[in-house]
């Protein structure tokens, strides 16, 4: 019996540090480690679940290819090489017939590990393949901080814990970052800190708050200038940290004031003597933190949101006094690890957002999935199924489970989890770091991602060296300024290092201050946040959605059962259309119906339904269906918490859909 020390490799803040106990080659437990200050000794349900979802049936252990039917779910079992031929013989056959622009690599970080994910993506960047520009998760946020901070890297976690006022505003954090809720209850009992949760739902972390501030959805710019304006007004800004630092700030200024009392009530909901209650902690309470969520930015005012609630703390004379994601604070050589700086070919870069269009109309014929679960988890479901069912399109994806995608592809390759390799991932929100190391040998005939993407490359005749490099000298290159001190060989000897940020008083603004009118603006945006008309009640619901505390996406499902097929509905609207508790509900759009059962809360305001993501329906249908493939203009994100939907009590067994989704709940793991 040993204990193995890892990290948790799951596109999640967290980034845990675990020490796994294996038994004769076996994972017998696994405990969140001590020695991260971040990961405190405990695991969220997801780092429990991990050796049941190793040892899950739903495990894709060998390789296979579509069986001869063709039907969709059935496969055979074929060996490696076959398999490899199988793919290598489609790839060079697509280039031959189509062009490289019509390879899609469509990957995402459902591992995050520098060679499983980044290392892997070699092969591709010397095809030239298309991929897509990774805007599912951050992207608008990233890009509307920036406007006025140039990066979007905020504070660290040990300042957050320092505060006296922490605000989680569209951050759920009590489910989806467990640890970084529990530093903040730990500050609040130990120095009074008090802790504010912005979000139209009473969310666990509203639930636990001090205060919960409930705008409606869409107005958190409203509410920014209307705290703005009391700030003001009272005298609560630090002019001295303005002058020196910013600027821009009398043009925000000036629009802040137009923004009363009654007109930020009349846009957010949000009552004057509230938006008073929070500008009185801001300035009675110093400093303080704001834990602005990935979900606040999910909508088609999210990257106006994001930059709005980042332009508070400079009021208050904070330098980044916020934290979004740090991802942009390191200096990583992306390009050396990933081998986009090492190919000749550039290649075609695709709006994610957007893909299902683009996979419906057959642009790609030969679709590579790495690392993500896009038949699932992307928006316009409709048309990514059908893109990715086309008899004229190719589908391979490279796995640890049977996902929704697997069972709709050609060919399915095994995959070792995070446990069943050596590896090294980075946090976007703390700094510490230690080596992933192997905790079990891979199980069945599951191969690492390089080992497969150096034997297509072989035969598909590839020679340039770098696609055979020795990926740990590769990784030595990548992080060698990453750290504040030491470097990978430190890793490797079992050592602890600091990832080292940029100075959080550096600004990549062209005036090298924080601008609170931006200089410089994509197309369509403004200089200052711009509070964007919100859609008339006449045009039906606002459908939010989020994480729940069992599942990251689309996984765990093999160890906790079905994502819940609920939606929350509010007295009032379940009222005017006869729904009670737990009854059979249609949501549905233009673009889909989803039947799921009903609970009926007042957590959700009028004209509100939230539902967990991605679920799927009682009727086989995606939540994701009804997210039409539209993004912003900002950044380019997704609009998931901008749906429109309505809702009715669903006729019969059953809701009938114009779209083939019903399939999906029908498949089955016939290998």
């Given at each position: 019996?040993?204990?193995?020390?890892?990290?948790?490799?799951?596109?999640?803040?967290?980034?845990?540090?675990?020490?796994?106990?294996?038994?004769?080659?076996?994972?017998?437990?696994?405990?969140?480690?001590?020695?991260?200050?971040?990961?405190?000794?405990?695991?969220?349900?997801?780092?429990?679940g991990?050796?049941?979802?190793v040892?899950?049936?739903?495990?894709?252990?060998?390789?296979?290819?579509?069986?001869?039917s063709?039907?969709?779910?059935?496969?055979?079992?074929?060996?490696?090489?076959?398999?490899?031929?199988?793919?290598?013989?489609?790839?060079?056959?697509?280039?031959?017939?189509?062009?490289?622009?019509?390879?899609?690599?469509?990957?995402?970080?459902?591992?995050?590990?520098?060679?499983?994910?980044?290392?892997?993506?070699?092969?591709?960047?010397?095809?030239?393949?298309?991929?897509?520009?990774?805007?599912?998760?951050?992207?608008?946020?990233?890009?509307g901080?920036?406007?006025?901070?140039?990066?979007?890297?905020?504070?660290?976690l040990?300042?957050?814990?320092?505060?006296?006022?922490?605000?989680?505003?569209?951050?759920?954090?009590?489910?989806?970052?467990?640890?970084?809720?529990?530093?903040?209850?730990?500050?609040?009992?130990?120095?009074?800190?008090?802790l504010?949760?912005?979000?139209?739902?009473?969310?666990?972390?509203?639930?636990?708050?001090d205060?919960?501030?409930?705008?409606?959805?869409?107005?958190?710019?409203?509410?920014?200038?209307?705290?703005?304006?009391?700030?003001?007004?009272?005298?609560?800004?630090d002019?001295?940290?303005?002058?020196?630092?910013?600027?821009?700030?009398?043009?925000?200024?000036?629009t802040?004031?137009?923004?009363?009392?009654?007109?930020?009530?009349?846009?957010?909901?949000?009552?004057?003597?509230?938006?008073?209650?929070?500008?009185?902690?801001?300035?009675?309470h110093?400093?303080a933190?704001?834990?602005i969520?990935?979900?606040?930015?999910?909508?088609?005012?999210?990257?106006?949101?994001?930059?709005?609630?980042?332009?508070?703390?400079?009021?208050?004379?904070?330098?980044?006094?916020?934290?979004?994601s740090?991802?942009?604070?390191?200096?990583?050589?992306?390009?050396?690890?990933?081998?986009?700086?090492?190919?000749?070919?550039?290649g075609?870069?695709?709006?994610?957002?957007?893909?299902?269009?683009?996979l419906?109309?057959?642009?790609?014929?030969?679709?590579?999935v790495?690392?993500?679960?896009?038949?699932?988890?992307?928006?316009?479901?409709?048309?990514?199924?059908?893109?990715?069912?086309r008899?004229?399109?190719?589908?391979?994806?490279?796995?640890?489970?049977w996902?929704?995608?697997?069972?709709?592809?050609?060919?399915v390759?095994?995959?070792?989890?995070?446990?069943?390799?050596?590896?090294?991932?980075?946090?976007?929100?703390?700094?510490?770091?230690?080596?992933?190391?192997?905790?079990?040998?891979?199980?069945?005939?599951?191969?690492?991602?390089?080992?497969?993407?150096?034997?297509?490359?072989?035969?598909?005749?590839?020679?340039a060296?770098w696609?055979?490099?020795?990926?740990?000298?590769?990784?030595?290159?990548?992080?060698?300024?990453?750290?504040?001190?030491?470097?990978?060989?430190?890793?490797?000897?079992?050592?602890?290092?600091?990832?080292?940020?940029?100075?959080?008083?550096?600004?990549?603004?062209?005036?090298?201050k924080?601008?609170?009118?931006?200089?410089?603006?994509?197309?369509?945006?403004?200089?200052?946040?711009?509070?964007?008309?919100?859609?008339?009640?006449?045009?039906?619901?606002?459908?939010?959605?989020?994480?729940?505390?069992?599942?990251?996406?689309s996984?765990?499902?093999?160890?906790?059962?079905?994502?819940p097929?609920v939606?929350w509905?509010?007295?009032?609207?379940?009222?005017?259309?006869?729904?009670?508790?737990?009854?059979?509900?249609?949501?549905?759009n233009?673009?889909?119906?989803?039947?799921?059962h009903?609970?009926?809360?007042?957590?959700?305001?009028?004209?509100?339904?939230?539902?967990?993501?991605?679920?799927?329906?009682?009727n086989?249908?995606?939540?994701?269906a009804?997210?039409?493939?539209?993004?912003?203009?900002?950044?380019?994100?997704?609009?998931?918490?901008?749906?429109?939907?309505?809702i009715?009590?669903?006729?019969?067994?059953?809701?009938?859909?114009?779209?083939?989704?019903?399939?999906?709940s029908?498949?089955?793991?016939?290998?």
């Amino acid at each position: 019996m040993k204990i193995i020390k890892t990290v948790c490799h799951r596109d999640c803040p967290d980034t845990c540090f675990m020490d796994v106990t294996v038994d004769r080659g076996k994972i017998i437990a696994i405990r969140g480690s001590t020695e991260n200050p971040v990961t405190g000794g405990f695991l969220c349900p997801r780092g429990n679940g991990d050796p049941q979802r190793v040892y899950s049936k739903n495990r894709v252990l060998h390789p296979h290819v579509k069986a001869e039917s063709g039907e969709s779910g059935t496969f055979s079992r074929v060996s490696w090489d076959a398999a490899l031929s199988t793919v290598s013989g489609r790839i060079q056959a697509t280039l031959d017939t189509h062009g490289r622009e019509s390879l899609l690599l469509y990957d995402y970080p459902g591992n995050t590990g520098f060679l499983a994910w980044h290392f892997a993506k070699r092969l591709w960047s010397a095809l030239g393949a298309t991929t897509s520009d990774y805007t599912l998760c951050s992207s608008s946020g990233h890009a509307g901080i920036g406007l006025h901070y140039g990066l979007s890297y905020g504070l660290q976690l040990e300042d957050m814990a320092a505060s006296t006022v922490i605000l989680f505003w569209g951050n759920n954090a009590r489910v989806s970052a467990s640890h970084i809720w529990a530093m903040a209850s730990h500050a609040k009992k130990n120095q009074g800190a008090i802790l504010v949760c912005v979000d139209p739902r009473k969310s666990p972390t509203a639930e636990a708050a001090d205060i919960w501030v409930q705008p409606i959805p869409g107005s958190d710019v409203a509410l920014c200038y209307g705290i703005a304006r009391y700030l003001i007004e009272k005298g609560g800004v630090d002019l001295g940290f303005i002058g020196r630092w910013t600027t821009g700030f009398p043009k925000y200024a000036e629009t802040a004031m137009e923004w009363t009392p009654q007109r930020v009530e009349q846009v957010s909901g949000v009552p004057g003597h509230c938006v008073a209650q929070i500008g009185e902690l801001l300035m009675t309470h110093r400093p303080a933190a704001f834990m602005i969520g990935l979900g606040l930015q999910k909508s088609m005012q999210g990257a106006e949101a994001a930059r709005a609630v980042a332009l508070l703390p400079a009021l208050l004379g904070l330098h980044r006094g916020f934290q979004y994601s740090n991802a942009r604070g390191p200096v990583i050589n992306w390009p050396t690890i990933n081998g986009g700086g090492l190919s000749g070919h550039r290649g075609k870069v695709v709006s994610q957002v957007a893909i299902g269009e683009r996979l419906a109309g057959g642009e790609f014929k030969f679709v590579y999935v790495l690392g993500s679960n896009p038949a699932m988890t992307l928006p316009d479901q409709s048309a990514v199924r059908r893109g990715l069912d086309r008899k004229d399109v190719f589908v391979v994806v490279q796995d640890t489970h049977w996902s929704e995608t697997a069972l709709r592809a050609d060919v399915v390759l095994p995959a070792p989890t995070y446990l069943e390799k050596r590896d090294v991932t980075i946090s976007d929100h703390h700094p510490f770091s230690r080596l992933s190391e192997k905790a079990i040998e891979p199980l069945g005939d599951s191969r690492h991602e390089i080992w497969v993407m150096q034997q297509l490359a072989k035969r598909l005749g590839l020679t340039a060296d770098w696609l055979y490099e020795d990926p740990w000298a590769s990784l030595e290159k990548t992080l060698a300024r990453t750290y504040q001190e030491g470097g990978l060989k430190n890793i490797l000897d079992g050592e602890i290092l600091e990832v080292k940020l940029k100075p959080n008083e550096a600004y990549q603004t062209p005036s090298g201050k924080i601008e609170f009118a931006a200089s410089v603006s994509p197309a369509g945006a403004t200089p200052l946040p711009t509070q964007q008309p919100l859609p008339s009640a006449d045009s039906g619901l606002i459908l939010l959605n989020s994480s729940t505390a069992k599942f990251t996406h689309s996984q765990f499902t093999d160890v906790y059962g079905p994502i819940p097929q609920v939606v929350w509905v509010n007295p009032e609207d379940a009222g005017q259309r006869s729904i009670e508790e737990n009854d059979r509900v249609a949501v549905f759009n233009e673009l889909a119906t989803v039947t799921l059962h009903a609970k009926v809360t007042a957590k959700v305001p009028s004209g509100t339904l939230w539902a967990p993501r991605p679920l799927t329906g009682l009727n086989g249908v995606p939540l994701n269906a009804l997210v039409p493939g539209i993004s912003q203009g900002i950044g380019g994100g997704p609009i998931f918490n901008s749906v429109k939907v309505k809702i009715r009590l669903a006729a019969g067994s059953s809701e009938s859909d114009p779209s083939d989704h019903s399939r999906a709940s029908k498949e089955t793991y016939r290998v």
